[in-house]
């Protein structure tokens, strides 16, 4: 299955050119060890490696929409790593404490991806360019038992991003709102998103022998920013609405706490600055201690 794996992936690079350099430098494998509880799964990790299963990639071809439909996942899958999601669920995690849910944590993730790749498979099935010679648009939703969740699944506005719909997913689980079950044949409760994928560390191991490198936080940055350029580079329209503001909102960077470098410029600095007429702390000048105070 790693041809049909190949061409989900070259249908990808098509629908979204832009998306061409971070396809190229995740790595990926096909493997029968790609399970989650033991189902088969189509997932990405943490360092950016793309794990799945034939059997999977079996099932989505046959009832889930074809390769179209692969094509869609695995782009679903590439934009947790360019929205950097597994660091921002690291953050909320802090923040929330013994209050986080990991089960809203990763259907806001779906929800923050899924509206902007829903956008493009829209345009994929109006723009001829973005169609095969078989006149089939190059990606289109998965259907059937593989179809994602969207904001309109639970009353909430496109555009939000992970953290907002968090807050807002929290809110109506507590007003006895359901969540979907994770489906690992989808991509859902893989390790990007807080589920626990089988075989991980032997995966990463036989990855690793295919000649993959993981990818650090560093690497996965560099990638983003690459991605970032690629976009700004499209001519107007081109680009999903919300995708180049969730890869920019990745790339921010940390807030900078003005209060502490400010107690630290002036403790450092109080003492040494001296000038011809002012009243310090420091040994004062001595032309200003002749003419008096």
């Known amino acids: 299955m790693i041809d049909r794996f190949l061409l989900a ?12 350099h971070i396809l190229r430098k995740l790595g990926y494998c096909v493997s029968e060890m790609a399970t989650t509880g033991g189902m088969p799964t189509l997932g990405v990790t943490d360092e950016g490696a793309l794990f799945a299963h034939p059997k999977a990639l079996e099932d989505i071809e046959k009832v889930g929409g074809g390769l179209p439909a692969i094509a869609f ?31 809203v ?25 973005l169609k095969d010679p078989s006149r089939i648009p190059w990606i289109t939703e998965p259907i059937g038992p593989y ?74 940055e560099d990638i983003r920013k690459q991605v ?13 609405k919300g995708l180049l503001q969730g890869t920019q909102t ?11 470098h400010f107690r630290c410029a002036i403790s450092v600095n109080v003492d040494h600055r001296r000038g011809a007429m002012e009243y310090l702390f420091g040994t004062p000048n001595r032309r200003q201690a002749a003419l008096g105070y």
């Not at 992936?9 to 061409?20: I, L, T, W």
């Not at 779906?110 to 360019?129: M, T, V, Y």
């Open 147 to 220: 179809k994602g969740c969207f904001p309109s699944d639970f009353e909430l506005k496109d555009g939000l991003e992970y953290e907002a719909y968090y807050e807002l997913l929290k809110q109506k689980k507590e007003e006895g709102e359901k969540m979907p079950e994770p489906h690992p044949g989808a991509g859902g409760d893989g390790e990007i998103d807080g589920g626990k994928m089988d075989n991980l560390p032997q995966l990463k191991e036989l990855i690793g022998s295919q000649g993959f490198e993981a990818q650090t936080e560093k690497d996965q």
């Open 228 to 240: 970032e350029r690629d976009m700004k580079g499209m001519k107007p329209g081109a680009v999903p």
């Open 73 to 103: 996942i695995l782009l679903h899958e590439v934009c947790h790593v360019l929205f950097n999601h597994p660091k921002r669920r690291k953050k909320l995690m802090e923040k929330e404490r013994g209050a986080f849910d990991q089960e």
């Open 105 to 129: 944590s990763a259907t806001a993730m779906d929800l923050s991806i899924n509206w902007i790749l829903r956008e493009l498979a829209k345009r994929c099935a109006q723009d001829p360019d």
């Open 9 to 20: 992936r070259h249908r990808a690079r098509k629908a979204a050119v832009y998306f061409s």
């Open 250 to 260: 990745a790339l921010v960077p940390e807030p900078v706490d003005w209060q502490a």
